[in-house]
């Protein structure tokens, strides 16, 4: 088993004051997993090319383990689609939705499995041998809790789409039965297998995808349920979502 913690986390070149949330999160990640594992986790911390050298240094200068910073900014380019929506998902928000809902995998298929934890994320109390627990268990994908889509431009055109470019039974799939996906944990082999990668690559490639801001927990949930995968709760984890007003997650 080889097994990473991830974040695609953004660049502060201005105020390094706001990196502050991501390196309580390191640590929390230190604390409550790697120093408990006999076999740490690979940290990995994903960045749009905005991370500079003397960030990356100043980021590790208070973390208590090596980060490996990842830059893929060769996903988030220009183009001139005219976006639909709310003007507060700009260009950017939509192809991070599409980074974690497809090229991730790529980024990441040296690995068994991973577990996702953004960078606005506080661990407080985690089973540090959860991937362990996933494997033994025959489990393809836990998370801390449920959601359902309430995005109302992703519901009037994400399962149209999938009707005329997929043969899943839309009408059973696209359930709500989603995964928050700020943190999660996953086997990565799962996203490869050929079928489900096609899907992704079918639904994420599209110029939809970013026209009408599909979200990554979205398109999670109904891969999962297409593929009659159940979509389990971590048996032990509490954390806290420090952007939405420190609201505590517990299982």
């Known amino acids: 088993m080889k097994a990473a913690i991830v974040a695609l986390t953004r660049g502060y070149p201005d105020n390094r004051l706001l990196y502050e949330k991501l390196i309580k999160r390191n640590k929390s990640i230190f604390n409550n ?8 986790a690979d940290i990995i911390l994903f960045h749009e090319g ?5 960030d990356q240094n100043y980021i590790q200068s208070f973390s208590p383990e090596l980060i490996n910073f990842v830059d893929v900014k060769k996903y988030f380019v220009k183009n001139n689609l005219e976006l639909k929506g709310e003007e507060r998902f700009p260009l950017g928000y939509r192809q991070m939705c599409r980074f974690n809902m497809f090229h991730i995998w790529n980024e990441v298929r040296d690995y068994s499995h991973i ?3 953004d960078e606005d994320i506080e661990i407080m109390n985690i089973d540090p041998y959860a991937f362990e627990y996933m494997e033994k268990k025959n489990i393809s ?5 449920f959601t359902k889509d309430i995005h109302r431009l992703t519901n009037r055109t994400l399962p149209y ?3 005329e ?7 059973k799939i696209y359930n709500h039965k989603n995964p928050y996906t700020n943190l999660f944990a996953t086997s990565v082999d799962f996203w490869l297998d050929e079928s489900n990668y096609s899907i992704l690559e079918k639904i994420a490639l599209s110029d939809d995808q970013l026209i009408n801001r599909w979200g990554d927990h979205t398109v999670h949930g109904i ?3 297409h593929n009659q995968e159940k979509i389990q709760l971590f048996p032990k984890l509490e954390y806290k979502h420090i952007s939405h007003s420190d609201l505590v997650i517990k299982n």
């Open 141 to 145: 994908y836990m998370t801390g809790r």
């Open 223 to 225: 891969i999962l349920n």
């Open 50 to 54: 905005n991370i500079s050298l003397e």
């Open 33 to 40: 997993i790697n120093n408990k594992r006999e076999v740490p």
């Open 115 to 117: 577990l996702r934890v």
């Open 165 to 171: 470019n997929t043969n899943m039974n839309v009408q």
């Open 161 to 163: 789409y999938l009707i």
